[in-house]
């Protein structure tokens, strides 16, 4: 009754009524109202209802209003963090100078707010959300803090009253409960209902969960109360399962219960004591048995849910359940709640984390009780977290945000090394982990398929696929960069086991088996899971363990890390069947056992002082280990020798991104300096037999001429020989791991990638793999990535190229860096495609030519190595083994013999290798100057192992197995038929050097001692040698040959027999021999060169350098050699030359002579190829202006009346125009609003970037022109106003050529055929567009030539001598006499035609400016304003003056002549009434003025109102064509004394009074004198009195003209103002006549240009300079001028009706305008990105998501925003057509590019924000800052102002108006 009753009364005073009570020490009757009161209020059975909220609200602030409340609150706010918490795609910083975690972000407001100038920061787009860490000394810097939380404000805060908080204290928990049993209620299990009902329950709720968010942003004093609330476990106990008589309670807390059920969690009450004992210690032992035990695996038959996968080819493999689980039971499935915040949590989770509560959870983060709280809360849901995480549907937006709540918790060390102690969460993310990858487990089919125990994880399920599993592992990774959570691990053995058996499932996954018969049918992309598995999974927690084993102290870790990797890898070895030989045709690219044992071995040698023999195996396991790693290097050979090909182009890619720059340093490089350690170990015969072994190309080893090769087809042996001497290269140069220090990988990594390409800043920091660990902000290396690039490279700036395209600033490596540091094997090693070696060497190449050191084709040059360290010194015996030597022999015999599959790459690699040898010598023994015994050893090629001594061994015989067919046993045949004749002393086939000796009897000898080797039969002694020496039962084990399994093919080949060969050659001497070859001399090495030999000048050159290299540094390191060689060059005799019938021969006819041949060839070509290209681009380049020159010339030199002949681009044909074959020039009409955009001024306008700032439209061209034809027709005649100005300032149709010309007929053809094409173009053709059959160029219209002459040359020309009334008599009477309209013929169509196109390129609003639309005088007026347009934009496009004269590239795009013609014939539909023809008033008196005025209630525009420029063009247009040039020049200087008499009344209008009156006493004085009316004082007096006159003409302004005038007129000032006043007409004039009559516009200074064009066009006699010159003395009067001037005044006076004010406004019209230009913006891109990424939309008031700028007025535009859509057309694409006539340049925002958009089509052009480094950063990727760059923000304002976006940018699409 009582709670009835009080909720009746108003909330207000109920609360302060209650809060009254409260306060009292006896307060049982208030506590009891109170929940009474909440009980009715908070009544969950009620649903959500905006009523509870409310009371809550009144009752927390206990009766003040609820804003006043949080003021309060807000005022005791103690909290030093910043913690506010935001949402994906929110733009945060992250600075690497002030962070301590990695994972450091910061707001904005805290960014610009803290001193981050110089450091390494930049703006990001927030993937999962995050929360600002200002304030925060865990994860950032004290000193990075801003200017707010940098102060410890806390301790000024004044202490909290009690009684503030008192309501919150007790009304809170209910309203927490009552949201708990909300969600208890609304949980339906997902499998039973859609998870659209959670989002139902979800957005019911969303008002509580944004109050309690409301309250945790009062400050730290609500927070406080808030997690005193979540954490107190007597609260949540009373409340959770509810009072005995409460049912609705107890039904509720069932239902909690049963959801934690079905959660596969048991709360710990029913678990009782059983299973609570399994601690930690179990979990240990179960992984030990991991491995072990998986023979024991159960395999279940795939579950029905698991079927339904569908994946194809891999859902069929069955999945492997582990029979013993090895996790401690407890983590995975035992929950209790305490409290409100662990049930929160619980509910967060299994609503799969909605943004809202995840919110809240975070905002409470700055209380640091809270903070402890929720990580341990965090972390004992861990594995139901992940649980959730794999059934959920939803997975990536879940994954977000789990890690947006985890990266929050694990980033602060403290807090992690607390949890890690007190929860375990180490065994957790282990276990979890584990737990993970066990869903997906499949058996490994690696080696032996069915009896292989080993299993892997299936890299087609969704869990890898999806990389469901980053979220954990992001976990894991940032807890190891914890120095103390890393040793913990490393310090608890049994985790380090469980750790190893997760990676095992990783190693051998994804396993690839070569196809052989046909092509896959399906390509599986599962070796992108596969790869960023093996990356994220277990590479990159290694880089986090390995940080942190740097120093001697932390020895153990690693022994500890290396001794489990191989008992693991042993344990794989037995699982997998694996005894000595891999499986054929297998490859999997994934060891990650390997690679942990290779980086653990390589960072405790280079940095912990470990003796790495200490952490070898014995020899046999060191055998195994090998193998795979050797595998993969033979399988990245065979996939590029194309033997892959049929398992389709992902094994491309997999070998691809095996060797790519984010993997490289986890794959490629552990295993090749793995491959090198075992290399170090074992016996090198072994090793190097192996490699040739898998490289499977030791048949081709052979001294005979041909061979068998059992694995191979001919045409894979070259490349898959060069694979295995290159891979033998690197393995002995690569000193990554050996050695180098960090700051030379670095600059190595930086060379090569230099080398390949110039390269972009943010290109080379992409491309150089980081060396530590990819996590960390500072990059690898004590020295500085900047410091190294600028010691390597040089930066090239940004430039532009003329056809537009931008360049990026890039680097450039500098010059030494080639001639030093150019490292060919380092630049193979890190090449994804092959053709970036190729690259790099043309590059090096064009150096050397460059710097004149070598200019043929260069080998690739031999480079220095850094000293191994002396633990991996045994490497250096590869080099120095017999079975290498033999292989060097054999081959370079080979390559001397022409062998075939031989090839130049194969010789530099040898080369190489030998030179590798001669350079690291094997320290122990001294090398003996005198040949050494023979050993009396298995084999007797080389006497000893020494590179040195063995270069000069000679070999006299060699036993081989050829084929019967082989040319080596013709011959022996033929020997034993001549046995007693001499033998021939050339063999035939193949000739063996320099003589047979005679073979008698005594050959059986010669047998004994020739050499046989076998490498397979050599590699096996070997291994037996190794395995009986470690005495091991597997050398019992069966081994299967491999020459007995050997396949052979159907046509069974010839079969084998063995042969001797005579050789008689040391390695020297073949050395001499193949020098001779490449030289092609006989004696190319005389004695002499041994002794001057300078090793210097042989680091650059091809093979012949490198022989000599390789020669002199044999003959200076042995005396022996050098000895040799002397013996050598003296004993060499010319070859007998062949015999001209041999076939051998000529089939080896020098192979140099063909290739030079082919490369003369080619050469010539290329020759004749580009002088046709130079001749068809001087020719495209003549005809840009066909008319011009060919004129010219046909003017001077043929009779008059020639017509100009035109080229069809299409037939060919050349001819002139006619009528009934019109040709027509190539043209683009486009609307263009240009014009419109100029200012008065020549500063652009600035881009608003602040509230304050604006741009003003109004000061426009365009405004102010449609400001005076508004004024006009609201007092004048609208005929008469239409013929008053122009319009087409906005909205003109400009219309611009190629220059190239074409048969009308053709190029209708034309289009037919481009309709019929199906190609996808980036134009219209059904909007009549096309590109120009020659010069591609874009164009939409074509613009027919007039028959007959070019232009009016000869007569027309003549200047005659009749008097100025004459000339105006007559040209009066040529308007009068108008031009018969020309008869229909197909050249009158077209031109119709084209007038149509004309009208439809524009908007129909920028043609009807007339009262009523569409009547003559509208088109009249819209036709003559496009030859204004275009004249206008001619004059911009020359600098808005004439002075640089003659050519210029847009003369070369103008075609006014034939545009005026068309014009023309197209206005002799209509004539001007004489009555009104402005004629008359212009040179004569018109007497019936008044009469003429009283009939119409609108006057005529007075003459001086008029423009001129307009009239010019009305006159010559209405005038017959073709008009002489007397008439054109009578016309100009009518015209001309209209103009300057409007000067004179505008400059009137600006004097003050009292100058006004000086000044008309003065022109008084003068009017008398002779020649007045060319004086402009006395017709500036004359025009004063006059419009004295006029109804307050003069007093409208005069108080601010004379503020105007402060500066005194003197008659200079007078004339350069009348001047300026004229040159826009004048220039308008001279370029008419330019284009009419062909004259040539002479250039000339600023200061003369005024007379130059007076000149030009015949106003007077001489021309004068501008400054003596007197603009009076060019009028020419042929009237009385006072008459003439007192009639045009009076004109103005008559306007009875007109204010005053008007008059004034319309007389001072100002014809000059500056040239357009953009907006100025601002240098800093922060500036405007920050003011407009969050500023919301002018038109729907949202924020838009793409936000854009047009950069020419300013305005803010929604870029694809279907809220400001009109008629199905987006914004942009409307805003184009208002603002540009349908072209627009916008910024985007948040991208920094720059989009244009041409009428229907639009392109991305660019950036003009740019870096530090020069380049761009589209879509704001890489957040660094940006600063504008002029030039390029130059070229876009000239592309526009000159027209030329069609042309210049290429990559066109049509945008649908979707923009």
Same mark, same amino acid.
């Given at each position: 009754?009582?709670?009835?009753?009080? !909720?009746?009364?108003?909330?207000?005073?109920?609360?302060?009524?209650?809060?009254?009570?409260?306060?009292?020490?006896?307060?049982? #009757?208030?506590?009891?109202?109170?929940?009474?009161?909440?009980?009715?209020?908070?009544?969950?059975?009620?649903?959500?209802?905006?009523?509870?909220?409310?009371?809550?609200?009144?009752?927390?602030?206990?009766?003040?209003?609820?804003?006043?409340?949080?003021?309060?609150?807000?005022?005791?706010?103690?909290?030093?963090?910043?913690?506010?918490?935001?949402?994906?795609?929110?733009?945060?910083?992250?600075?690497?100078? +002030?962070?301590?975690?990695?994972?450091?972000?910061?707001?904005?407001?805290?960014?610009?707010?803290?001193?981050?100038?110089?450091?390494?920061?930049?703006?990001?787009?927030?993937?999962?959300?995050?929360?600002?860490?200002?304030?925060?000394?865990?994860?950032?810097?004290?000193?990075?803090?801003?200017?707010?939380?940098?102060?410890?404000?806390?301790?000024?805060?004044?202490?909290?009253?009690?009684?503030?908080?008192?309501?919150?204290?007790?009304?809170?928990?209910?309203?927490?409960?009552?949201?708990?049993?909300?969600?208890?209620?609304?949980?339906?299990?997902?499998?039973?209902?859609?998870?659209?009902?959670?989002?139902?329950?979800?957005?019911?709720?969303?008002?509580?969960?944004?109050?309690?968010?409301?309250?945790?942003?009062?400050?730290?004093?609500?927070?406080?109360?808030?997690?005193?609330?979540?954490?107190?476990?007597?609260?949540?106990?009373?409340?959770?399962?509810?009072?005995?008589?409460?049912?609705?309670?107890?039904?509720?807390?069932?239902?909690?219960?049963?959801?934690?059920?079905?959660?596969?969690?048991?709360?710990?009450?029913?678990?009782?004591?059983?299973?609570?004992?399994?601690?930690?210690?179990?979990?240990?032992?179960?992984?030990?048995?991991?491995?072990?035990?998986?023979?024991?695996?159960?395999?279940?038959?795939?579950?029905?849910?698991?079927?339904?996968? *569908?994946?194809?080819?891999?859902?069929?493999?069955?999945?492997?359940?582990?029979?013993?689980?090895?996790?401690?039971?407890?983590?995975?499935?035992?929950?209790?709640?305490?409290?409100?915040?662990?049930?929160?949590?619980?509910?967060?989770?299994?609503?799969?984390?909605?943004?809202?509560?995840?919110?809240?959870?975070?905002?409470?983060?700055?209380?640091?009780?809270?903070?402890?709280?929720?990580?341990?809360?965090?972390?004992?849901?861990?594995?139901?977290?992940?649980?959730?995480?794999?059934?959920?549907?939803?997975?990536?937006?879940?994954?977000?945000?789990?890690?947006?709540?985890?990266?929050?918790?694990?980033?602060?060390?403290?807090?992690?090394?607390?949890?890690?102690?007190?929860?375990?969460?180490?065994?957790?993310?282990?276990?979890?982990?584990?737990?993970?990858?066990?869903?997906?487990?499949?058996?490994?089919?690696?080696?032996?398929?069915?009896?292989?125990?080993?299993?892997?994880?299936?890299?087609?399920?969704?869990?890898?696929?999806?990389?469901?599993?980053?979220?954990?592992?992001?976990?894991?990774?940032?807890?190891?960069?914890?120095?103390?959570?890393?040793?913990?691990?490393?310090?608890?053995?049994?985790?380090? @086991?469980?750790?190893?058996?997760?990676?095992?499932?990783?190693?051998?996954?994804?396993?690839?088996?070569?196809?052989?018969?046909?092509?896959?049918?399906?390509?599986?992309?599962?070796?992108?899971?596969?790869?960023?598995?093996?990356?994220?999974?277990?590479?990159?927690?290694?880089?986090?363990?390995?940080?942190?084993?740097?120093?001697?102290?932390?020895?153990?870790?690693?022994?500890?890390?290396?001794?489990?990797?191989?008992?693991?890898?042993?344990?794989?070895?037995?699982?997998?069947?694996?005894?000595?030989?891999?499986?054929?045709?297998?490859?999997?690219?994934?060891?990650?056992?390997?690679?942990?044992?290779?980086?653990?071995?390589?960072?405790?040698?280079?940095?912990?002082?470990?003796?790495?023999?200490?952490?070898?195996?014995?020899?046999?396991?060191?055998?195994?280990?090998?193998?795979?790693?050797?595998?993969?290097?033979?399988?990245?050979?065979?996939?590029?020798?194309?033997? $892959?090909?049929?398992?389709?182009?992902?094994?491309?890619?997999?070998?691809?991104?095996?060797?790519?720059?984010?993997?490289?340093?986890?794959?490629?490089?552990?295993?090749?300096?793995?491959?090198?350690?075992?290399?170090?170990?074992?016996?090198?015969?072994?090793?190097?037999?192996?490699?040739?072994?898998?490289?499977?190309?030791?048949?081709?080893?052979?001294?005979?001429?041909?061979?068998?090769?059992?694995?191979?087809?001919?045409?894979?042996?070259?490349?898959?020989?060069?694979?295995?001497?290159?891979?033998?290269?690197?393995?002995?140069? @690569?000193?990554?791991?050996?050695?180098?220090?960090?700051?030379?990988?670095?600059?190595?990594?930086?060379?090569?990638?230099?080398?390949?390409?110039?390269?972009?800043?943010?290109?080379?920091?992409?491309?150089?793999?980081?060396?530590?660990?990819?996590?960390?902000?500072?990059?690898?290396?004590? +020295?500085?990535?900047?410091?190294?690039? #600028?010691?390597?490279?040089?930066?090239?700036?940004?430039?532009?190229?003329?056809?537009?395209?931008?360049?990026? *600033?890039?680097?450039?490596?500098?010059?030494?860096?080639?001639?030093?540091?150019?490292?060919?094997?380092?630049?193979?090693?890190?090449?994804?495609?092959?053709?970036?070696?190729?690259?790099?060497?043309?590059?090096?190449?064009?150096?050397?030519?460059?710097?004149?050191?070598?200019?043929?084709?260069?080998?690739?040059?031999?480079?220095?190595?850094?000293?191994?360290?002396?633990?991996?010194?045994?490497?250096?015996?590869?080099?120095?083994?017999?079975?290498?030597?033999?292989?060097?022999?054999?081959?370079?015999?080979?390559?001397?013999?022409?062998?075939?599959?031989?090839?130049?790459?194969?010789?530099?690699?040898?080369?190489?290798?030998?030179?590798?040898?001669?350079?690291?010598?094997?320290?122990?023994?001294?090398?003996?100057?005198?040949?050494?015994?023979?050993?009396?050893?298995?084999? %007797?090629?080389?006497? *000893?192992?020494? !590179?040195?001594?063995?270069?000069?061994?000679?070999?006299?015989?060699?036993?081989?197995?050829?084929?019967?067919?082989?040319?080596?046993?013709?011959?022996?045949?033929?020997?034993?038929?001549?046995?007693?004749?001499?033998?021939?002393?050339?063999?035939?086939?193949?000739?063996?050097?320099?003589?047979?000796?005679?073979?008698?009897?005594?050959?059986?000898?010669?047998?004994?001692?020739?050499?046989?080797?076998?490498?397979?039969?050599?590699?096996?002694?070997?291994?037996?040698?190794?395995?009986?020496?470690?005495?091991?039962?597997?050398?019992?084990?069966?081994?299967?040959?491999?020459?007995?399994?050997? $396949?052979?093919?159907?046509?069974?080949?010839?079969?084998?027999?063995?042969?001797?060969?005579?050789?008689?050659?040391?390695?020297?001497?073949?050395?001499?021999?193949?020098?001779?070859?490449?030289?092609?001399?006989?004696?190319?090495?005389?004695?002499?060169?041994?002794?001057?030999?300078?090793?210097?000048?042989?680091?650059?050159?091809?093979?012949?350098?490198?022989?000599?290299?390789?020669?002199?540094?044999?003959?200076?390191?042995?005396?022996?050699?050098?000895?040799?060689?002397?013996?050598?060059?003296?004993?060499?005799?010319?070859?007998?030359?062949?015999?001209?019938?041999?076939?051998?021969?000529?089939?080896?006819?020098?192979?140099?002579?063909?290739?030079?041949?082919?490369?003369?060839?080619?050469?010539?070509?290329?020759?004749?190829?580009?002088?046709?290209?130079?001749?068809?681009?001087?020719?495209?380049?003549?005809?840009?202006?066909?008319?011009?020159?060919?004129?010219?010339?046909?003017?001077?030199?043929?009779?008059?009346?020639?017509?100009?002949?035109?080229? +069809?681009?299409?037939?060919?044909?050349?001819?002139?125009?006619?009528?009934?074959?019109?040709?027509?020039?190539?043209?683009?009409?486009?609307?263009? #609003?240009?014009?419109?955009?100029?200012?008065?001024?020549?500063?652009?306008?600035?881009?608003?970037?602040?509230?304050?700032?604006?741009?003003?439209?109004?000061?426009?061209?365009?405004?102010?022109?449609?400001?005076?034809?508004?004024?006009?027709?609201?007092?004048?005649?609208?005929?008469?106003?239409?013929? %008053? /100005?122009?319009?087409?300032?906005?909205?003109?149709?400009?219309?611009?050529?190629?220059?190239?010309?074409?048969?009308?007929?053709?190029?209708?053809?034309?289009?037919?055929?481009?309709?019929?094409?199906?190609?996808?173009?980036?134009?219209?053709?059904?909007?009549?567009?096309?590109?120009?059959?020659?010069?591609?160029?874009?164009?939409?219209?074509?613009?027919?030539?007039?028959?007959?002459?070019?232009?009016?040359?000869?007569?027309?020309?003549?200047?005659?001598?009749?008097?100025?009334?004459?000339?105006?008599?007559?040209?009066?009477?040529?308007?009068?006499?108008?031009?018969?309209?020309?008869?229909?013929?197909?050249?009158?169509?077209?031109?119709?035609?084209?007038?149509?196109?004309?009208?439809?390129?524009?908007?129909?609003?920028?043609?009807?400016?007339?009262?009523?639309?569409?009547?003559?005088?509208?088109?009249?007026?819209?036709?003559?304003?496009?030859?204004?347009?275009?004249?206008? =934009?001619?004059?911009?496009?020359?600098?808005?003056?004439?002075?640089?004269?003659?050519?210029?590239?847009?003369?070369?795009?103008?075609?006014?002549?034939?545009?005026?013609?068309?014009?023309?014939?197209?206005?002799?539909?209509?004539?001007?009434?004489?009555?009104?023809?402005?004629?008359?008033?212009?040179?004569?008196?018109?007497?019936?003025?008044?009469?003429?005025?009283?009939?119409?209630?609108?006057?005529?525009?007075?003459?001086?109102?008029?423009?001129?420029?307009?009239?010019?063009?009305?006159?010559?247009?209405?005038?017959?064509?073709?008009?002489?040039?007397?008439?054109?020049?009578?016309?100009?200087?009518?015209?001309? #004394?209209?103009?300057?008499?409007?000067?004179?009344?505008?400059?009137?209008?600006?004097?003050?009074?009292?100058?006004?009156?000086?000044?008309?006493?003065?022109?008084?004085?003068?009017?008398?004198?002779?020649?007045?009316?060319?004086?402009?004082?006395?017709?500036?007096?004359?025009?004063?009195?006059?419009?004295?006159?006029?109804?307050?003409?003069?007093?409208?302004?005069?108080?601010?003209?004379?503020?105007?005038?402060?500066?005194?007129?003197?008659?200079?000032?007078?004339?350069?103002?009348?001047?300026?006043?004229?040159?826009?007409?004048?220039?308008?004039?001279?370029?008419?006549?330019?284009? !009419?009559?062909?004259?040539?516009?002479?250039?000339?200074?600023?200061?003369?240009?005024?007379?130059?064009?007076?000149?030009? @066009?015949?106003?007077?006699?001489?021309?004068?300079?501008?400054?003596?010159?007197?603009?009076?003395?060019?009028?020419?009067?042929?009237?009385?001028?006072?008459?003439?001037?007192?009639?045009?005044?009076?004109?103005?006076?008559?306007?009875?009706?007109?204010?005053?004010?008007?008059?004034?406004?319309?007389? /001072?019209?100002?014809?000059? $305008?500056?040239?357009?230009?953009?907006?100025?913006?601002?240098?800093?891109?922060?500036?405007?990105?920050?003011?407009?990424?969050?500023?919301?939309?002018?038109?729907?008031?949202?924020?838009?998501?793409?936000?854009?700028?047009?950069?020419?007025?300013?305005?803010?535009?929604?870029?694809?925003?279907?809220?400001?859509?009109?008629?199905?057309?987006?914004?942009?694409?409307?805003?184009?057509?208002?603002?540009?006539?349908?072209?627009?340049?916008?910024?985007?925002?948040?991208?920094?590019?720059?989009?244009?958009?041409?009428?229907?089509?639009?392109?991305?052009?660019?950036?003009?924000?740019?870096?530090?480094?020069?380049?761009?950063?589209?879509? @704001?990727?890489?957040?660094?800052?940006?600063?504008?760059?002029?030039?390029?923000?130059?070229?876009?304002?000239?592309?526009?102002?000159?027209?030329?976006?069609?042309?210049?940018?290429?990559? $066109?699409?049509?945008?649908?108006?979707? =923009?």
């Amino acid at each position: 009754m009582m709670a009835a009753s009080q !909720l009746r009364r108003d909330k207000k005073s109920t609360a302060a009524h209650l809060k009254a009570d409260l306060k009292r020490t006896d307060n049982s #009757s208030a506590l009891r109202q109170l929940q009474d009161l909440l009980d009715s209020v908070l009544n969950p059975e009620r649903g959500s209802d905006p009523e509870a909220l409310e009371w809550c609200k009144w009752l927390l602030a206990g009766g003040d209003g609820f804003d006043d409340f949080c003021r309060t609150v807000r005022s005791y706010d103690n909290a030093t963090l910043c913690g506010l918490v935001w949402t994906a795609n929110f733009v945060a910083y992250r600075c690497r100078t +002030c962070g301590i975690s990695p994972c450091m972000s910061l707001c904005a407001e805290c960014f610009n707010n803290g001193d981050h100038t110089g450091h390494d920061f930049n703006m990001f787009r927030s993937q999962a959300g995050g929360a600002c860490d200002c304030g925060d000394g865990n994860v950032m810097r004290e000193s990075g803090f801003c200017s707010r939380h940098q102060l410890k404000t806390g301790e000024n805060v004044p202490s909290i009253p009690r009684d503030l908080l008192l309501m919150s204290e007790m009304v809170l928990p209910r309203f927490i409960i009552t949201i708990i049993q909300y969600l208890r209620d609304g949980y339906i299990e997902p499998e039973s209902a859609a998870d659209r009902d959670l989002q139902k329950v979800l957005q019911q709720l969303e008002p509580h969960i944004s109050f309690l968010e409301e309250l945790t942003k009062m400050g730290g004093a609500m927070r406080t109360v808030l997690t005193k609330i979540l954490t107190n476990q007597q609260t949540f106990k009373e409340l959770s399962m509810g009072q005995e008589e409460n049912v609705y309670a107890k039904r509720n807390y069932e239902k909690y219960l049963s959801a934690l059920k079905s959660s596969g969690l048991v709360s710990v009450e029913e678990k009782g004591a059983g299973g609570a004992g399994a601690g930690a210690t179990d979990s240990a032992a179960g992984a030990l048995s991991l491995l072990g035990a998986t023979a024991a695996a159960s395999l279940e038959d795939s579950s029905k849910e698991e079927d339904q996968d *569908g994946l194809q080819g891999v859902g069929q493999r069955k999945r492997v359940k582990l029979s013993n689980t090895t996790k401690d039971p407890s983590i995975m499935d035992t929950l209790k709640h305490k409290c409100f915040l662990e049930e929160l949590l619980f509910w967060t989770i299994k609503y799969e984390f909605p943004q809202k509560m995840v919110t809240f959870l975070l905002n409470m983060l700055p209380d640091q009780d809270y903070k402890i709280m929720f990580t341990k809360t965090f972390v004992q849901h861990y594995a139901f977290i992940m649980k959730t995480l794999m059934k959920s549907h939803e997975s990536d937006t879940m994954s977000n945000r789990i890690v947006h709540i985890s990266v929050q918790l694990f980033s602060n060390e403290e807090l992690a090394r607390h949890v890690t102690e007190e929860c375990q969460l180490l065994d957790i993310m282990v276990t979890v982990l584990l737990y993970m990858m066990e869903s997906c487990l499949i058996k490994s089919e690696l080696q032996d398929e069915e009896n292989n125990r080993h299993v892997v994880v299936n890299c087609g399920e969704a869990l890898l696929k999806n990389n469901t599993y980053w979220p954990l592992v992001s976990d894991f990774i940032n807890i190891l960069s914890h120095q103390s959570v890393a040793k913990r691990f490393l310090e608890d053995h049994s985790l380090l @086991l469980l750790w190893m058996s997760f990676v095992s499932f990783f190693q051998g996954m994804n396993l690839n088996k070569r196809e052989l018969n046909e092509h896959v049918e399906f390509e599986s992309q599962t070796y992108y899971a596969a790869f960023a598995a093996e990356l994220e999974a277990c590479a990159q927690p290694m880089w986090g363990l390995l940080t942190h084993c740097k120093v001697k102290e932390t020895q153990e870790y690693t022994k500890t890390v290396v001794r489990y990797c191989l008992e693991t890898l042993q344990m794989w070895f037995d699982a997998t069947g694996f005894v000595d030989e891999p499986a054929p045709n297998q490859l999997t690219f994934h060891l990650p056992l390997h690679r942990y044992y290779a980086m653990f071995l390589s960072k405790g040698v280079k940095c912990q002082g470990l003796d790495l023999d200490s952490l070898l195996p014995d020899q046999e396991m060191l055998m195994k280990i090998m193998v795979h790693p050797l595998q993969i290097q033979a399988s990245l050979s065979e996939i590029h020798s194309n033997m $892959w090909v049929r398992n389709g182009l992902q094994i491309k890619g997999q070998a691809m991104t095996y060797v790519q720059s984010h993997f490289c340093n986890s794959m490629i490089d552990p295993d090749i300096y793995l491959l090198q350690v075992c290399a170090s170990r074992l016996d090198p015969d072994y090793f190097i037999s192996s490699v040739f072994e898998r490289f499977k190309v030791v048949d081709l080893l052979t001294m005979a001429s041909q061979h068998q090769n059992a694995v191979l087809d001919s045409e894979q042996e070259r490349p898959m020989l060069e694979g295995a001497l290159t891979f033998l290269v690197i393995l002995s140069s @690569l000193r990554i791991h050996l050695g180098m220090s960090d700051d030379e990988i670095l600059r190595a990594e930086m060379v090569s990638q230099l080398c390949m390409n110039d390269r972009t800043h943010s290109s080379l920091l992409d491309l150089i793999p980081e060396n530590p660990n990819p996590k960390s902000g500072a990059v690898p290396g004590s +020295c500085s990535f900047e410091e190294m690039l #600028s010691s390597v490279a040089d930066f090239k700036a940004p430039v532009f190229e003329p056809g537009g395209s931008m360049q990026q *600033g890039m680097y450039t490596p500098k010059a030494e860096v080639w001639e030093k540091e150019f490292d060919p094997i380092m630049v193979i090693l890190r090449t994804v495609y092959r053709r970036d070696v190729q690259s790099a060497m043309d590059r090096y190449s064009a150096f050397l030519k460059q710097s004149g050191v070598h200019t043929g084709n260069p080998w690739p040059p031999y480079k220095e190595r850094t000293p191994l360290h002396p633990c991996y010194r045994g490497l250096v015996r590869l080099l120095h083994c017999k079975t290498l030597h033999i292989v060097i022999f054999t081959l370079l015999y080979k390559i001397w013999m022409d062998h075939q599959n031989m090839s130049e790459h194969v010789l530099c690699m040898v080369l190489y290798l030998i030179e590798l040898g001669m350079d690291n010598q094997i320290q122990e023994d001294k090398v003996e100057e005198e040949p050494c015994i023979e050993e009396h050893c298995h084999d %007797s090629w080389f006497p *000893g192992t020494s !590179l040195l001594s063995n270069l000069h061994h000679i070999i006299n015989f060699v036993r081989v197995r050829v084929p019967e067919t082989a040319p080596e046993v013709e011959k022996n045949r033929e020997r034993e038929r001549e046995r007693e004749t001499p033998a021939s002393t050339s063999a035939d086939g193949s000739s063996f050097g320099q003589s047979s000796r005679r073979l008698t009897g005594n050959w059986r000898e010669n047998l004994r001692e020739a050499q046989v080797f076998s490498l397979v039969a050599e590699r096996r002694r070997k291994f037996q040698e190794i395995i009986n020496r470690s005495n091991h039962e597997a050398s019992q084990a069966v081994r299967p040959k491999s020459s007995s399994s050997r $396949w052979l093919p159907p046509g069974s080949p010839p079969q084998l027999v063995t042969e001797i060969l005579e050789i008689r050659e040391s390695m020297l001497s073949l050395l001499v021999k193949l020098h001779q070859k490449l030289s092609a001399k006989q004696n190319s090495l005389s004695l002499s060169w041994l002794t001057e030999s300078d090793p210097a000048r042989h680091t650059h050159g091809d093979g012949l350098t490198a022989i000599e290299r390789i020669l002199a540094k044999a003959a200076s390191r042995s005396q022996h050699s050098k000895r040799c060689l002397q013996e050598i060059c003296r004993k060499v005799c010319p070859p007998i030359p062949p015999k001209k019938n041999s076939p051998g021969d000529k089939k080896n006819m020098d192979k140099e002579e063909r290739r030079q041949r082919a490369r003369e060839r080619q050469q010539k070509l290329l020759a004749e190829f580009a002088s046709r290209q130079k001749s068809f681009m001087e020719t495209a380049m003549d005809v840009e202006t066909p008319e011009a020159d060919a004129v010219m010339d046909v003017g001077s030199a043929e009779p008059l009346d020639s017509e100009v002949l035109y080229d +069809c681009v299409i037939c060919g044909q050349s001819g002139p125009s006619t009528e009934d074959r019109p040709t027509g020039l190539v043209v683009l009409l486009q609307a263009s #609003s240009v014009l419109g955009h100029r200012c008065r001024s020549d500063t652009p306008k600035q881009l608003p970037t602040t509230d304050e700032e604006h741009i003003y439209p109004e000061d426009t061209c365009g405004a102010t022109h449609d400001v005076r034809l508004t004024l006009m027709q609201r007092y004048f005649k609208d005929s008469s106003c239409l013929q %008053s /100005v122009s319009i087409g300032w906005d909205g003109g149709v400009y219309v611009q050529t190629c220059g190239h010309t074409l048969h009308i007929d053709c190029h209708k053809s034309y289009m037919e055929s481009l309709r019929n094409d199906q190609v996808l173009q980036g134009f219209s053709v059904d909007k009549g567009e096309f590109t120009c059959p020659l010069c591609r160029q874009f164009a939409n219209s074509v613009l027919p030539c007039r028959p007959g002459r070019g232009m009016e040359t000869g007569g027309w020309h003549t200047p005659s001598n009749k008097s100025m009334s004459t000339l105006v008599k007559e040209v009066e009477d040529l308007q009068e006499q108008m031009g018969i309209f020309p008869a229909e013929s197909n050249l009158s169509k077209e031109m119709e035609s084209v007038i149509k196109n004309i009208k439809n390129t524009t908007q129909k609003k920028y043609m009807d400016y007339g009262k009523n639309p569409g009547s003559p005088d509208n088109d009249f007026l819209f036709m003559y304003s496009v030859a204004r347009t275009n004249l206008e =934009l001619e004059l911009v496009h020359r600098g808005g003056n004439l002075c640089s004269g003659g050519a210029s590239a847009a003369a070369k795009r103008s075609c006014l002549n034939q545009l005026f013609h068309v014009l023309a014939m197209h206005m002799q539909l209509y004539s001007i009434d004489s009555a009104y023809n402005p004629w008359t008033r212009l040179t004569q008196s018109t007497h019936s003025r008044e009469t003429e005025y009283c009939d119409e209630e609108h006057p005529e525009v007075p003459m001086l109102f008029r423009d001129v420029p307009s009239l010019l063009i009305i006159f010559i247009l209405t005038m017959p064509q073709p008009l002489r040039r007397e008439h054109f020049t009578c016309v100009v200087q009518v015209l001309y #004394s209209l103009q300057y008499t409007q000067a004179l009344a505008a400059l009137s209008i600006r004097f003050s009074r009292e100058e006004r009156q000086a000044w008309s006493n003065i022109g008084a004085a003068k009017k008398n004198t002779p020649n007045s009316d060319k004086s402009w004082e006395s017709l500036l007096g004359h025009v004063i009195s006059e419009l004295k006159n006029a109804k307050d003409v003069y007093d409208t302004n005069s108080e601010e003209t004379s503020v105007l005038s402060s500066s005194v007129w003197s008659p200079q000032s007078i004339e350069f103002t009348l001047q300026q006043f004229c040159l826009p007409f004048l220039r308008l004039s001279c370029l008419l006549q330019h284009h !009419l009559y062909g004259d040539s516009l002479p250039g000339c200074p600023m200061e003369e240009e005024f007379s130059l064009l007076t000149g030009c @066009l015949g106003l007077v006699g001489s021309v004068q300079s501008s400054t003596t010159m007197s603009s009076a003395a060019c009028l020419q009067w042929n009237f009385k001028a006072y008459d003439l001037i007192s009639q045009w005044c009076s004109e103005v006076i008559t306007l009875s009706d007109t204010p005053t004010q008007q008059s004034a406004s319309l007389l /001072v019209q100002d014809p000059q $305008w500056a040239a357009p230009r953009l907006l100025q913006l601002p240098d800093n891109y922060n500036t405007i990105f920050q003011y407009y990424h969050r500023k919301s939309c002018t038109s729907c008031g949202k924020t838009p998501k793409d936000p854009a700028l047009c950069l020419v007025c300013g305005a803010f535009v929604c870029l694809k925003g279907h809220c400001c859509k009109q008629q199905g057309v987006c914004e942009c694409v409307l805003h184009s057509q208002h603002c540009g006539a349908a072209t627009g340049i916008f910024l985007l925002i948040n991208a920094s590019v720059i989009i244009i958009i041409r009428g229907h089509r639009f392109c991305l052009w660019g950036s003009v924000y740019l870096d530090a480094h020069g380049e761009e950063d589209r879509d @704001l990727r890489r957040g660094k800052p940006l600063y504008l760059c002029e030039e390029r923000y130059r070229v876009l304002e000239q592309q526009w102002v000159s027209h030329t976006f069609d042309h210049i940018n290429k990559r $066109w699409g049509p945008h649908y108006n979707g =923009l």
